[in-house]
């Protein structure tokens, strides 16, 4: 399942992820979007199915993903390799939670 915000909300990306790719999408729509298909009535097709309760989970990970960015070497990355980056992700994740 992909969750995006409005700025991917677009038919081409959801008949992308859902026909070539196999991918549940959950993306909301523009309001522009809305008033579009409802003005062409029937022809304008369903609107997109929403599961808001997985939606609300894409708002705490943005919000981690804010915090780790706190953290200057993870923000810019300064390790070379990728086993390094990722212990200094766990790292900051211990004491992240640690401060809850």
């Known amino acids: 399942m992909v ?4 700025a ?3 038919r081409e990306i959801r008949d992308h992820l859902r026909r070539r790719r ?3 999408a959950e993306i909301p729509e523009r309001a522009d979007q809305q008033t579009h298909r409802r003005r062409r009535g029937p ?3 369903r609107p997109p199915a929403s599961d808001h309760r997985a939606y609300k989970q894409r708002n705490t990970v ?3 993903i804010d915090r780790l960015k706190q953290w200057r070497g993870i923000a810019s990355r300064y390790e ?3 086993t390094i980056y990722l212990a200094g992700l766990h790292i900051a994740g211990i004491l ?3 401060a809850r």
Do not use: M, V
């Open 3 to 6: 969750l995006a915000d409005q």
């Open 8 to 10: 991917c909300s677009s």
């Open 22 to 24: 196999g991918i549940r």
């Open 43 to 45: 022809a304008g097709g």
């Open 62 to 64: 943005e919000r981690c």
């Open 80 to 82: 070379k390799t990728a």
């Open 96 to 98: 992240l939670w640690s």
